[in-house]
C-alpha cells in the first residue's frame, strides 16, 4: 500500500509540477522575433527636381526662361508662360504657315524642351487656341504690373479645365 500511496504522490507531484510549469510558461510575456532587416536595394538617382518658385520674382524669372525656351520650337513664333506653383500655363502664337496636323507635334515638342529645361514643373498645359493665349497674356501682364498669381487662379482653373494638360 506504501507503495501506491508512493506512486500516487509522484504522480499528483509530477502534474503539479507540468500544471505550475505550464502556467509560469504562459504569464511570460510573448517574444516575437526581431524583424529581418530589409534587403539592401540599390537606388538609381533620379534627376533633382528643382523646388517650385517661391517668390513672384522667381515665378517670372522661371516663366520667361519657358517662354524663351518654347519661343525656340519650329513654328512658333511667340509663347506667353504663367507659373503657378509646379504648373506651367503655355500659350503658344502659331507662325501663319503652320499646318493644324503638326499643332500637336509642336506643343508635345514644347512640353519635352519646357520638363527638360525646368525640373521643378510637373504640369505643363500648353495650348494654341487664341482665346486662350489672349488671356493667358493678360494675365501674365498683370502677374508683370505686381498682382499676385492667387488673384488669377479661378481664370487659371478654368484655362486648366479647357486644356488638356500633360505631365513630365
Known amino acids: 500500500m506504501k507503495t501506491v500511496k508512493r506512486k500516487l504522490l509522484a504522480g499528483l507531484l509530477t502534474i503539479m509540477f507540468l500544471i505550475t510549469g505550464v502556467l509560469v510558461e504562459g504569464c511570460r510575456p510573448a517574444r516575437k522575433p526581431a524583424p529581418s532587416p530589409a534587403p539592401k536595394t540599390r537606388e538609381t538617382p533620379s534627376p533633382a527636381r528643382k523646388p517650385a518658385p517661391r517668390t513672384p520674382t522667381e515665378a517670372r524669372q522661371m516663366a520667361d526662361r519657358v517662354a524663351r525656351e518654347a519661343a525656340k520650337v519650329p513654328g512658333v513664333r511667340r509663347a506667353t508662360v504663367v507659373i503657378s506653383g509646379k504648373t506651367a500655363f503655355v500659350g503658344l502664337d502659331l507662325k501663319a504657315n503652320v499646318e493644324k496636323s503638326r499643332t500637336t507635334a509642336i506643343k508635345n515638342e514644347v512640353v ?3 520638363t527638360a529645361a525646368e525640373s521643378g514643373l510637373t504640369t505643363v498645359n500648353v495650348t494654341s487656341d487664341p482665346d486662350l493665349v489672349a488671356r493667358l497674356r493678360r494675365i ?29
Do not use: C, H, N
Not at 498669381?149 to 487659371?156: G, I, K
Not at 479645365?161 to 513630365?168: E, K, M
Open 112 to 114: 519635352r524642351r519646357v
Open 140 to 168: 501674365a501682364d498683370g502677374i508683370k504690373k505686381g498682382k499676385p498669381v492667387s488673384s488669377f487662379a479661378s481664370e487659371l482653373a478654368e484655362i486648366s479645365r479647357r486644356i488638356a494638360p500633360r505631365t513630365s
